[in-house]
């Protein structure tokens, strides 16, 4: 059973979907323990309480300077074992220590194809403004592994989404979650959880 942490900073209807798919059987071999949010408002630590998985919030603003931040989450991981974290619409840059001792077992959702829309100060609802900015026609969602770059680890899955001539970021931003994001995140940890993933030369390799 692969046990699981997410770590998240809003709404959560990325971590919805994964407790979703868990709930219909859609993931198998997979539990969430815990849901750790930097922000102590984020609806998702509601999602989590009202589905009985333990929710709490580790937030900068309660220590003196990000590295006593970044140990209190290291350790709080720590505490449950986990085999997987798994980052839906968390805003917190991970600190390099929690990336190494993870490597490979801690992934992300991010709202664009990778390479493209990603990086630095790519993010949320901006990424959508880039892209129709731009005149995209295909945009999409990415789940990855994180390594120390930023949306630069092995890229898991991909799905594209059209965009539409008068969408606007909203609305745009709306269809990508539910047509990429929420199907490719919970599919992402299903594969992982029975074993189908592997890392070979910094490229995911998927067992049939
Ligand atoms: C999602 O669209 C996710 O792809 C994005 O934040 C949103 C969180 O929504 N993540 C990033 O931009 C990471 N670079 P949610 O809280 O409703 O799941």
Redesign the pocket.
Known sequence: MLSIGVL?S??????QAVIDALNSGKITNARIEVVISNNKNAY?LERARNNDIEALCISPKDFDDRSHFNQALINKLDEYNLDLIVL??CMVVLPAELIQKYRNRII????SLIPSFCGKG???LH?HEEVLARGVRITG?TVHFVDEGT?TGPIILQKAVEVKYDDTPEIL?KRV?EQA?WQIMPEAIDLIANGRISVEDGKVKIAD
């Open positions: 998240v809003g709404g959560g209807t990325n971590l998702a839906a619409g992300n959702i991010h709202p790519y993010y949320g990424v969602a949306d931003q979650m994001e």
